[in-house]
């Protein structure tokens, strides 16, 4: 009886059946929980590490809210896609990566070595913090396998503040990542930005007020430009949304972008050479009515959606898109 709880149950990884969407197993959209990586498209997994935050935690529980908030996500056709996503793209929720707290100093190494690990077997990697700070082990991994990556980043902070060697920090790790030549800044753009750097690090920095002034298909022709066919992984932090749209999240700054703004963003983005993304930031705790895990799992399906896209997933277009 093929009914209910398929993140155990299901025998494949392109099945979908009906499932209370209030009860049964969950995992991110339903999706089988393996680590056989066989033939497998996509690996999502979390990173639930939090010490690295600057003002509240909470986001260590980011992974477990995701997966309970994109029930509903899994039971219809994806709009404004119009396809089932998993008919033509292999996804398997691992579970998350094993870190300790109680030995910082081995966070890191543990989070690449997860990372290289997945990477290894041809999967790319949908994976969910944690606080900002697991991007870097995750990018450093991915660019050991592609080079230096491009990185499109979704923030309210620039994350490239003042570094020191071997500092666990939410707010410098991108200095670091540059620095090192982990990413190529002459490609990478940030976007949804509303904190001061005195220096912008070579990075392209679209301020959330320029995409409100200028819009959305202005902002994606300078991500794309600059992006052109290297390889691009996303780090999406949930505050680069306005706190009306995530409140649950540790550092929140006013004037964010709203959720349709991100989304079409992310949307738009299709034609690119898509290595990774990344969601996090997520705090629970100070989350209302789920409407920043909604957030993140939405944004996360729909990268999901660009991938199967590329796997040759082709959608029925109803009403005005
Ligand atoms: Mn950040």
């Given amino acids: 009886m093929s009914k209910g709880d398929q993140a155990f ?39 639930p590490y939090d010490a690295a ?23 219809l056709k994806a709009f404004p896609f119009g396809f089932d996503p998993f008919e033509t793209l292999s996804v398997v929720d691992w579970g998350d990566c094993m870190v300790d707290p109680h030995h910082p100093e081995t966070v890191p190494a543990d989070i690449e070595a997860h990372a290289a690990a997945i990477l290894e077997s041809g999967a790319k990697m949908l994976t969910f913090g944690g606080d900002h700070f697991v991007a870097y082990p995750l990018i450093k991994a991915h660019a050991e396998k592609y080079g230096p990556i491009s990185l499109i980043q979704f923030d309210a902070h620039c994350d490239t503040w003042e570094d020191e060697p071997g500092r666990l920090d939410h707010g410098s790790m991108f200095a670091r990542a540059a620095s090192e030549g982990v990413i190529d800044v002459t490609k990478s753009t940030q976007i949804g930005l509303r904190t001061y750097n ?23 022709d300078v991500i794309k430009a600059r992006a052109g066919d290297t390889p691009v992984y996303i780090s999406f932090d949930v505050d680069g949304l306005d706190p009306a749209f995530a409140p649950g999240t540790g550092t929140p700054v006013a004037g964010g972008l709203a959720s349709w703004q991100a ?11 898509l290595i990774g993304m ?3 930031e997520v705090s629970p705790p100070y989350d209302h009515a789920e409407i920043t895990a909604l957030a993140a799992a939405t944004v996360a399906h729909d990268w999901l959606c660009l ?9 029925v277009e109803v009403g005005r898109l």
């Avoid at 025998?11 to 499932?19: D, V």
């Fill in 198 to 220: 005195d220096s912008d690090h070579g990075f392209e920095i679209l301020t959330t007020p320029w995409v409100h002034r200028n819009g959305i298909d202005a902002a994606l």
């Fill in 9 to 47: 149950r299901a025998k494949g990884n392109n099945e979908r059946w009906p499932e209370m969407t209030y009860g049964g197993a969950l995992s991110f959209l339903r999706r089988r929980y393996s680590r056989d990586l066989e033939g497998v498209d996509v690996v999502v997994s979390g990173v």
């Fill in 307 to 315: 991938m199967a896209q590329k796997n040759g997933a082709k959608g």
């Fill in 53 to 75: 935050v600057s003002y509240r935690s909470g986001c260590r529980l980011g992974p477990r809210a995701i997966r309970e908030a994109s029930v509903q996500l899994a039971e």
């Fill in 278 to 280: 990344d969601v996090v």
């Fill in 263 to 273: 989304l079409e963003l992310i949307r738009g983005l299709g034609s690119l050479n």
